[in-house]
């Protein structure tokens, strides 16, 4: 047994549902409210790519352009209850947090470029059409409103298992429910609303993935339609201002800061938002990017579901647009690097408003973004990945809200050793572990080989989920002579780990339940 974070909670009317941030599972073919307030956005000064400490410096305040907010004033119930596709049910309802879904109504435009999407993300869009959309957010916030942070955190609802699928949420619940920030998941894309074709499906997917939240359950979402996801980055813009007015779903009470969130296909949608549609709306105060690709989802006709599989092999990688004037933490895993997400050809420098933070050992989606249903259900020929990311993703939400609320900056990581070529690879030692990157004690303080390679069955979910191989028992006697050694060592680096800021002190214990004591004879 390890010392794993345990939660409580409830949740009425659906079974259990798994649902990975599987980014190629999604492919397919194909109210109005006034003027928002003034906010600032702040940012920091840092270096480029090695480690160490950077000064902050302010940035000026920005004047939010006026704009619809989609209509946020009807409550959804009945039914079978709120649907979220989640790893860990129980987590959707933490202690001291109430959830309530209510309808996100109004008319979106959608999007056009204007000359040549670069690979300096510097992108120009221009409106193209208008149309209706009915879809849904659901809510997460604490039960005391004085408990309320101020940050809201909007997560781009992930579907690429065919459900909306909370994600994000699964990494970075601790840290949400601990701080006191309210959490958003909108349905930003029309598979989740009205349905779609489905490539791969996730555990526990099957008869209902690609179906749409409207043939999920009639009775309670039978009312929502979505125009397609050319329109989905208006319609995730028009509930940031609506949620930024505050009101009823955040309990009556008026924010401070709010951030956007996304992983896997979700961050290639925010990659899209951040380069083309912030510059028009700035209606995100920061941006928390989460195992994207080396490009964006791209911009698609009425009607249309986005093409991930596209976005996958786009010719043209695309950074983070350098003069965004506000912070964005992108956290990628060993795994993301190459194919299939591919994230390599976008790596860029730290900016004083970017930071990269790639983490050794690590694959796109693990043990802890299975949950227990899901681990039973996967069968990969070896273990699958059991890396800490999402302790790493907690810390990136803690640093990317201090960054807004008070200028100081993340601290800038050393970036994973990846070869040259024309098949680039992962810098390794002589155990099969990731050279640099951000490092954590199962990758310094080993007893198997923690990895984002896959193991042998070439299943598209398999790709994703990397391996743990644990070493010989003669390997682990080389390494150290006693189990208290072992376990000194252990202690020791997850105490560097959290020094260096990348693991928050508030998960030391999770980050020791990772230990392996009994490994060594």
Not at 364 to 370: E, M, N, P, R, Y
Not at 417 to 427: D, E, F, R, W
């Amino acid at each position: 047994m390890t010392r794993r974070e345990k939660h409580t909670g409830d949740r009425v009317g659906w079974p259990a549902v798994v649902a990975l941030a599987l980014l190629v599972a999604s492919c397919s073919s194909g109210g109005s409210g006034g003027a928002n307030p003034a906010s600032t956005a702040t940012t920091a000064a840092a270096g480029a790519q090695s480690t160490g400490s950077a000064a902050t410096t302010a940035a000026p305040a920005v004047r939010r352009p006026p704009g619809p907010s989609a209509d946020l004033s009807h409550e959804l119930s009945g039914g079978k209850g709120a649907f979220v596709a989640s790893g860990d049910p129980a987590a959707e309802r933490p202690p001291g947090y109430v959830q309530h879904e209510y309808v996100a109504a109004g008319t979106a435009k959608g999007y056009r470029a204007q000359g040549t999407q670069g690979s300096d993300g510097r992108w120009t869009f221009q409106p193209s059409t208008t149309a209706p959309y009915r879809t849904r957010i659901v809510v997460r916030r604490p039960a005391d409103p004085s408990r309320f942070s101020g940050t809201v955190v909007v997560e781009w609802l992930n579907v690429s298992g065919g459900l909306d699928a909370d994600a994000e949420w699964s990494s970075i619940h601790e840290e949400v429910v601990r701080s006191g920030h309210v959490w958003v998941g909108v349905s930003a894309q029309q598979i989740g609303v009205i349905g779609g074709p489905v490539l791969v499906e996730a555990p526990g997917g099957k008869g209902i993935a690609g179906v749409g939240l409207r043939k999920l359950d009639p009775a309670r979402y039978g009312s929502l339609t979505h125009p397609g996801d050319g329109y989905s980055f208006d319609i995730f813009t028009q509930v940031a201002r609506a949620l930024r007015l505050g009101g009823t779903p955040l309990g009556g009470a008026t924010p401070g800061r709010i951030l956007a969130a996304g992983e896997s296909q979700s961050a290639f949608a925010l990659t899209t938002y951040a380069d083309g549609v912030q510059p028009l709306t700035h209606a995100f105060d920061g941006f928390l990017i989460h195992s994207r690709g080396s490009s964006g989802l791209p911009l698609v006709a009425p009607g249309k579901s986005a093409d991930i599989s596209g976005a996958l092999s786009a010719a043209t990688a695309a950074i983070f647009r350098t003069d965004l004037d506000v912070p964005v933490l992108d956290v990628q895993s060993e795994s993301d690097l190459l194919p299939p997400l591919r994230s390599l050809p976008a790596r860029q420098p730290d900016t004083p408003r970017f930071r990269l933070w790639e983490v050794a050992g690590t694959s796109h989606a693990d043990v802890h973004t299975l949950g227990p249903a899901g681990i039973k259900a996967i069968q990969c020929g070896v273990p699958i990945n059991d890396g800490p990311l999402h302790l790493v993703v907690k810390a990136a939400l803690h640093d990317l809200d201090a960054w807004v609320r008070t200028g100081a900056a993340p601290p800038i990581a050393p970036r994973i050793s990846v070869t040259t070529g024309a098949q680039p690879a992962i810098g390794r030692t002589p155990d099969g572990l990731a050279v640099g990157g951000i490092r954590t004690p199962q990758v310094d303080v080993p007893v198997a080989a923690l990895t984002g390679v896959a193991g042998p069955n070439p299943s598209v979910l398999c790709l994703l989920l990397g391996s743990t191989k644990p070493f010989t028992p003669a390997r682990i006697a080389a390494l150290y002579p006693s189990r208290a050694a072992y376990t000194k060592a252990y202690d020791a680096d997850a105490e560097r780990t959290i020094r260096s800021g990348f693991v928050l002190a508030a998960d030391k214990p999770a980050l020791l339940a990772y230990a392996r004591p009994a490994a060594v004879a």
